[in-house]
Structure formats: C-alpha cells, structure tokens
C-alpha cells in the first residue's frame, strides 16, 4: 500500500501526559499537512510542511505541539501536556503540486485521540 | 467568516433515490481550487474531485456528478441511484494557493449521508 499511513490509530492517554503521533506520506510527497477534526466538524488545518521545512503553523497549534519532519519524509506531531479539549481526530495528508497549480491531497485514516 | 457552507448537516433517503449535497463558498482570490472528499465509517478522507476555478464545465463520473456555478459561488454533488455504500459523511472543500505561501484546504462541517435500503 502507498498510500498516507499514520501510526498509531487510536491512542488514549491520561490528562498532562505527552502523545508523539507519525504521519508517513506518500513517498513522492514534496508536502505534508496536519489536520484536526473533532467531532461533527470538518478538519481544521494546523500546520504542513514543504519537505523538511515548516511553512505554517495555524493560531490552533499552541505552544504545547510540535511537528517535526526532520529529513523531509515522515512527520511526527507531538503534544505535551494533554487536556481533555485536545480530544479529536489527527489527520494527515500529503501531496505534490499538480500540472495547473493546486494540490490534490491524499489523508491518511486519522488517529484517534481520547484524553481521559 | 466561514469559507465553506454545507447548509445541510445530515440527509437521509432510500436506495436508488438521486440525492444532492449543496456547497456554498467563499473568496475574493480569482484564483482557487473546490474539493470534495467522503469520509467513511473507517475514518480516512477519500478526494473524489478538484476543480479549479477557472474550469465551469460539470463533470459526471459514473453515479457521481458536480455542478460548478461561480455566479452562485456554489459547487453542489449529485449521487444518482444512491447505494448504502455511499453512506458517510462529504466534505466540500477550498483552497485559495499563493505563490509558495499558504495553499490549505478549509473544509465545510461536511453532510452526513444515509441511505436507507
């Protein structure tokens, strides 16, 4: 399979914990984007990357996350200090610019995070 | 101010019937792209279409077809026949891509589709 894979797909962690989610792309990939998306809502951009550098960082991601892509391929997007409202579905995508400008993203299945 | 409109946050109806999900939009840039994508039970966003703003035509593939207006600012999805299997939730979606800025794609609350068999 080559498409989007995040890892893991379900995590459950107590409050004031730290969580490290993956996002492997697809291999090709030059972009790579984080999305949250809780529940009855569409997803909420945070942050992407044109390989290895960060290019934006939504008013969302607060000072407690952090995303990496150190070497342009994977990405990890780490939370510290976990609060209740961090529950939600992480998404992520990847793509690469098309023939007439734009992007056409691909998402991966998303983890699932419940802060108990 | 929200960019993407899904006036309709869940629609039901019975197998075979056509069904339409409306998408409303937002932008000043002359220059931007709509999306559609379907999210299953299973979670992962399936892209079913990209349109770019200078591209009117609808498009028809298979039971699946898009009406483009820019006079309305609206790019509305028909299922014709519907199938269970179409059941979940869509997301109408846009991007408004700067040179090497910000090409994000802001998503509408999506409309949860069930069909009934």
């Known amino acids: 399979d080559t498409g989007v894979s995040q890892d893991p797909r379900h995590k459950i962690t107590k409050r004031g914990q730290n969580v490290t989610f993956r996002c492997d792309p697809i291999s090709e990939h030059n972009r790579l984007y984080w999305y949250r998306q809780t529940l009855g809502q569409g997803p909420e951009f945070l942050t992407y990357f044109q390989n290895e550098a960060q290019l934006e960082k939504s008013r969302l991601l607060s000072d407690r996350f952090s995303a990496e892509r150190p070497k342009g391929s994977f990405s990890t997007l780490e939370i510290q200090r976990t609060e209740q409202g961090d529950s939600a579905m992480y998404l992520c995508?990847?793509?690469?610019?098309?023939?007439?400008?734009?992007?056409?993203?691909?998402f991966g299945q998303g983890t699932r995070l419940t802060v108990v | 101010a929200q960019k993407v409109t899904q006036a309709q946050t869940e629609i039901s109806v019975v197998e075979k019937e056509d069904v339409t999900l409306d998408c409303v939009y937002e932008t000043r840039d002359t220059t931007y792209y709509l999306f559609w994508y379907k999210q299953p039970p299973s979670g992962e966003l399936v892209f079913l279409i990209r349109?770019?703003?200078?591209?009117?035509q609808n498009e028809i593939s298979g039971r699946y077809s898009w009406n483009f207006q820019k006079s309305t600012s609206s790019f509305n999805f028909t299922i014709t026949a519907s199938q269970v299997v179409d059941s979940a939730v869509y997301f109408c979606?846009?991007?408004?891509?700067?040179?090497?800025?910000?090409?994000?794609?802001?998503f509408g609350k999506g409309t949860r589709l069930h069909i009934l068999p």
């Open positions: 979606a846009l991007s408004e891509p700067q040179s090497l800025g910000d090409d994000k794609i802001i």
């Open positions: 995508a990847s793509s690469n610019h098309g023939p007439f400008g734009g992007r056409k993203a691909f």
């Open positions: 349109r770019n703003s200078f591209d009117e």
